[in-house]
């Protein structure tokens, strides 16, 4: 089963609150934490990643925290998980030619989980912060007009 792990869903939700305040200075992890309900010390544990892989600045001292390192249009669900999980991976023998199975040169299945691979890929490629939330807006719109009675 391909599935991502707490730590890329929580990599995706703090860029996401980043991506809510970008362009207004850094935010501090407490905050980015109390905000997307992650606990504080994970999420201090993954900021580093998204430095150093070119998603987010930080910036020391008492006004420091984080902030996004590019527009939110520039950042993708993929780029977030790849960034604290390494490559997205849904069988062995997905692999670079098929290198994690002895079988690849005799068998359908890289052939099969390297198309998954990419369509996933793809698809997460697509998932742009920006765009993340513009359609949370249009969730949290029709929610309130559901509460509303409005149609």
Not at 8 to 21: F, T
Not at 55 to 62: E, F, K, L, M
Not at 86 to 108: F, K, L, N, Q, W
Request: proline share 5%; aromatic share 4%.
């Amino acid at each position: 089963m391909f599935k991502v792990s707490s730590k890329g869903r929580y990599a995706v939700k703090a860029v996401y609150e980043l991506s809510l305040h970008a362009g207004r200075g850094p935010v501090t992890v407490s905050s980015v934490a109390h905000a997307q309900n992650i606990p504080e010390q994970y999420l201090e544990q993954l900021m580093p990643l998204l430095k150093r892989a070119g998603i987010v600045t930080g910036t020391r001292g008492a006004q420091g925290g984080y902030q996004l390192a590019r527009p939110p249009e520039k950042v993708s669900v993929r780029d977030v998980v790849t960034a604290v999980e390494g490559p997205i991976v849904v069988a062995d023998c997905a692999g670079a030619y098929g290198s994690g199975c002895p079988e690849a040169h005799a068998c359908i299945g890289p052939d099969v989980w390297i198309r998954v691979r990419e369509a996933v890929d793809e698809a997460m490629s697509q998932i742009t912060m920006d765009r993340l939330i513009k359609e949370q807006r249009g969730v949290a719109r029709h929610k309130l007009q559901g509460l509303a009675g409005i149609g």
